[in-house]
């Protein structure tokens, strides 16, 4: 199947440094793919590169089968039809539940029904009139990514999303936020540095380090058959 997101050899340099070093990604309708590795490798800046708030110094980036990036294009983030994810969620606080979650729906659209199929899906039926600031982090989070979804992006881009939650909630989460972004069909790339994370929620892991993607793989295989010692090390801790 035709790939939502593509890169070729994208390439990012701070002061001289390559922090990102060639990466070539590809995620099908529906898929999820974990970008995995330690600290400091260049997993967020691949992913804002991909989203347009910062830009490659070569490579090119295809969304939907269109160049929204490359040597002689740079689409801006909001011409790009992708849904996006950080750690800090950043829910309005001014705003109830019904309007962050409508926040990024045409004016002219009727946004009850969406906003209500959404608030269903993350099962926050209800809470539409509450303030965000009455909710705890796990229900923030779901607002979070009801509204990254309102406006039906093809491709959700996701950075460390469940790392402020507590680790009681954490599995919990993870698994309703997979469910609702594949009932969706949302192509995902999921940045994480925790390979527990990787392994319960992607299709493919793209394990980074030092600004290449060293091994790319299915959970399983990569699990099983790590390509080198330090991919080993990586998921050694995983029991
Ligand atoms: P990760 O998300 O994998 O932890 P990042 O992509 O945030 O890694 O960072 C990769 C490297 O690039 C780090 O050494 C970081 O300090 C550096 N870096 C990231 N953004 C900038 C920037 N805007 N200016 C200078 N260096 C940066
Ligand atoms: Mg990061």
């Avoid at 019904?98 to 926040?103: D, K, P, T, Y």
């Avoid at 959700?156 to 009932?183: C, H, Q, W, Y």
């Avoid at 790319?216 to 990586?234: E, G, R």
Wanted: contains cysteine.
């Amino acid at each position: 199947m035709e790939a939502r997101l593509r890169t070729e050899g994208l390439v990012r340099r701070f002061r001289g440094e390559t922090v990102v070093d060639g990466i070539d990604l590809a995620v099908a309708p529906g898929k999820v793919t974990c970008l995995l590795g330690p600290s400091g490798c260049g997993k967020s800046t691949t992913l804002r590169i991909i989203a347009g708030v910062d830009r490659q110094d070569a490579g090119c980036v295809w969304l939907n089968g269109e160049v929204v990036s490359d040597d002689t294009r740079h689409l801006p983030p909001e011409a790009r039809g992708v849904g996006l994810m950080f750690q800090d969620f950043a829910l309005f606080p001014h705003l109830t539940v019904a309007q962050n979650v409508a926040f990024g729906l045409p004016k002219r659209q009727a946004a009850g029904a969406r906003v209500a199929e959404l608030l269903a899906k993350v099962d926050l039926t209800g809470y539409d009139d509450k303030h965000p600031h009455e909710l705890s982090g796990g229900e923030q989070q779901r607002v979070a990514l009801a509204r990254a979804l309102a406006p039906r992006p093809r491709v959700m881009l996701m950075d460390e999303p469940f790392s402020g939650l507590d680790n009681r909630l954490r599995d919990g989460i993870r698994d309703a936020t997979l469910a609702v972004l594949k009932e969706e069909g949302t192509a995902v790339l999921l940045v994480t540095h925790e390979p527990d994370e990787a392994m319960r929620m992607a299709d493919e892991i793209a394990l980074m380090r030092g600004g290449k993607i060293v091994q790319q793989a299915a959970p399983y295989n990569i699990y099983n058959a790590p390509i080198d010692p330090a991919a080993a090390a990586f998921f050694s801790d995983i029991n």
